[in-house]
């Protein structure tokens, strides 16, 4: 089942490229204005698919900017530059964000690495030993609390020993 939806995928993606291809040469021998949201919009299809498959957005670039047969370059609306800058700025706002994240990961993994190496941090050993301890003294408690329950039988076991001895002694 799951190539069969693998091979419907690619089918659907290769119906949109062809629908993309035929709108790009319609507007090529019209003389049309080529603009990624005018083709995508011909086409059928979202910009986004444009903006994913490369090689069709460098062709709808280079169509864009090819002379029409009269001499004259095609226009490139104002709607789609916008929208090409937004694009552009949104993606150059979400590679910021990208490299900030990764140099606090870096710059966090040199702080440790010269925090060990200057000897300042503390060694492996006591970071185990400082387990360690706190394990024991997990322990120490969890004993300590069986201790206190013991006690207490103890205590009750004595106080039924006494009204038994008193009873005993009562009795005779």
Not at 48 to 74: C, I, K, M
Not at 84 to 108: I, Y
């Amino acid at each position: 089942m799951t190539s069969s939806m693998i091979e419907g995928k690619r089918a659907d993606s290769a119906r949109r490229r062809e629908r993309v291809i035929k709108a790009l040469d319609t507007a090529l021998r019209t003389g049309a204005d080529i603009t990624v949201s005018g083709l995508a919009r011909t086409a059928r299809v979202d910009r986004s698919f444009l903006y994913r498959h490369r090689d069709l957005l460098e062709r709808v670039h280079t169509a864009a900017n090819t002379p029409v047969q009269e001499g004259r370059l095609a226009a490139v609306s104002r709607a789609s530059l916008q929208a090409d800058l937004a694009n552009a700025l949104e993606r150059n706002t979400r590679l910021a964000a990208r490299v900030r994240q990764l140099e606090n990961r870096l710059s966090e993994q040199l702080g440790e690495r010269a925090w060990s190496e200057s000897g300042l941090g503390a060694p492996p050993d006591i970071d185990q030993l400082q387990r360690r301890i706190a394990l024991l003294e997990q322990q120490l408690a969890q004993k300590g609390g069986e201790l206190e329950d013991r006690i207490d039988e103890l205590e009750a076991a004595r106080a039924a020993n006494r009204e038994l001895t008193r009873a005993l002694n009562q009795s005779v």
